[in-house]
């Protein structure tokens, strides 16, 4: 049975026999933002992880983190990275931590393509702003010193990428195009 996914394109063929593009990256990378208008532009399907869990679970993450814990909430992660090994050709966007557990990313890589989207923890925390709140990790008192953790915890994973597309050095257009440029090229 192929799963079903709340997606950018519901009903879209999915196609097993061509590779995801995954973006990882800390929080307020542009993960979504870049997806979908990636997604939109290539005419592939977009999937949030996150959104998908929230959706399944009917909670936010934030509601997971809180009543069920991470552990529960890195479970699904893995179940829905297990679905998504049945399909291909999305552009898919993890939520920052994904990308720190080597077995969940070898499900899917490869032949999916990762495609790191660096930003500095300062400027993920002004790009995240008031919605900082929605993340629970970053509810602490101190957000960009979590941001910095998080960052010096997950930075050597981000960089097994297959790219690096620089978010600090790029308007967000030329960050989407180079992305499309990637994804068009087979990655």
Known sequence: MTPTFRTSRPGS???PSKPHLILVGLPG???TTVGQAVAERTGRTFLDLDQEIERRESMSVSQIFGQKGEGYFRKRERELTEELTLVGNMIVAPGGGWAADPEVVAMLRPPGQL????????TALKRLGPM???RPLLTRPDPLA?????????K????????????E?????RVID????LASSGG
């Open 13 to 15: 063929a999915a196609d």
């Open 146 to 154: 979590e941001l910095k953790r998080l960052f010096e915890a997950r």
């Open 29 to 31: 990378s542009g993960k």
């Open 178 to 181: 180079k992305v499309i440029a």
């Open 132 to 134: 900082r709140m929605m």
């Open 115 to 122: 495609v790191y989207l660096r930003v500095t923890p300062e």
């Open 169 to 173: 050095l790029y308007d967000l257009q």
């Open 156 to 167: 050597a994973a981000y960089e097994t990428a297959d790219h690096v597309v620089s978010t």
